[in-house]
């Protein structure tokens, strides 16, 4: 079982996990800190955004319908 979520550091520099009901049951969980690129983060929003937006994605059919045909 896998959970994963973005936190903001506290001021004190400490971290506090809720932890999903799931996990209720266990006894041991590992847990990985890595710090996040916070512009990475940001082009990663907009990567979501992008698609579900109506412009982007006529841009992505217009520019897949344009590549040449590949026979087999």
């Known amino acids: 079982?896998?959970?994963e979520?973005?936190?903001d550091i506290q001021k004190n520099n400490q971290l506090i996990i809720n932890l999903p009901e799931r996990f209720k049951s266990k006894k041991m969980?590992?847990?990985i800190i890595e710090d996040i690129d916070e512009i990475r983060e940001v082009k990663i929003a907009m990567l979501k955004k992008a698609s579900s937006?109506?412009?982007f994605l006529s841009d992505i059919?217009?520019?897949v319908s344009d590549l040449p045909v590949?026979?087999?």
């Open 70 to 72: 590949r026979h087999q």
């Open 53 to 55: 937006d109506p412009l």
């Open 1 to 3: 079982m896998t959970f």
């Open 5 to 7: 979520k973005t936190y």
């Open 29 to 31: 969980v590992r847990v």
């Open 61 to 63: 059919v217009e520019t």
